[in-house]
């Protein structure tokens, strides 16, 4: 375990510790108790973070901050580490000709059979076939392929191994006018039927940043499920997009219709949802 602190206003690292062992020892504690705690040390800066000795500046959970030579916490002696940068994305992009090659027909059709949604708008979001469960493609916001969500025959749903959380998008999109976020890939189909400009989320917490990008400066219409996390999760979305965004209102499927799929199976039309949009607009 390691913990790296940096200044906010200066960027400039303070504190860049690794957890104790039995061969790195705290300074602090350790002389006191047999069993080592989860004390951090940063040997370069001479530093260490002790849960279980006080002192006069306490790091949020991890502790206490000391200087190994017992000068004043309060001073830290400054260094600057090269910035830490995360793994790059796996371009998963490469599986998808595979699964799209072992997709048939027949499979297509029981999707469509089960959403009541066109085969069409199926194949446009890039649905697959592994073997055992149907895919569909995650992209982040540059459209690159970067994880893969599975559907199982039973309904269960899951994440290839080794993917990443992003949106799911379809070929030849429109992008103009506004730009609906659904929920998940049957509410993408249910979307694309009705010849809107869409993408969907994997879930109703994730991929905020990605949408505030790719809505700047556009009208963006959340399409929320019809329950508290759904309604909780589009106010959050809101809240992120609009310093980017044009525009952006939340909308639910009418009556007693669960998702925007749901209610498009029921006979919602792109007339019906032009209609509630515009009607939240003018709120």
């Known amino acids: 375990m390691s913990l790296l602190l940096t200044d906010r206003a200066t960027g400039e690292v303070t504190f860049d510790g690794a957890r104790v062992s039995r061969s790195l020892r705290c300074p602090i504690c350790s002389h006191l108790h047999r069993e080592q705690s989860w004390c951090l040390v940063d040997t370069v800066r ?9 002192s006069k500046r306490k790091i949020g959970e991890a502790g206490f901050l000391h200087r190994i030579d017992g000068a004043d916490p309060a001073a830290v002696p400054s260094w600057q580490a090269t910035p830490r940068q995360e793994a790059p994305l796996e371009d998963l992009g490469h599986l998808q000709r595979r699964y799209r090659a072992a997709l048939t027909v027949d499979l297509i059709q029981q999707l469509a059979d089960r959403w009541g949604t066109s085969m069409h708008s199926i194949e446009r979001i890039g649905c697959g076939w592994d073997g055992s469960a149907w895919t569909f493609p995650m992209h982040d916001e540059d ?3 970067i994880g893969y969500r599975r559907r199982l025959p039973d309904g269960s749903k899951l994440c290839r191994k080794g993917s990443r959380l992003g949106l799911l998008m379809p070929t030849a999109r429109r992008q103009a006018g506004s730009l609906f976020v659904v929920e998940g890939e049957s509410d993408l189909a249910a979307a694309l039927d009705l010849r809107v400009d869409a993408i969907a989320r994997p879930g109703c917490r994730v991929c905020d940043n990605m949408v505030k990008r790719l809505g700047k400066g556009r009208d963006i219409v959340i399409v929320a499920d019809k329950d508290a996390p759904g309604m909780e999760g589009a106010r959050a979305l809101r809240k992120s997009v609009l310093p980017n965004a044009r525009s952006a209102v939340i909308v639910q499927p009418p009556g007693g219709h669960k998702d925007l799929r749901e209610w498009v199976r029921a006979g919602g ?15």
């Open 269 to 283: 039309n792109r007339e019906a949802l032009r209609f509630i949009v515009e009607s939240m607009r003018g709120f």
């Open 143 to 145: 459209g690159k392929v």
């Open 46 to 54: 001479g530093l260490a973070i002790c849960p279980r000795v006080e």
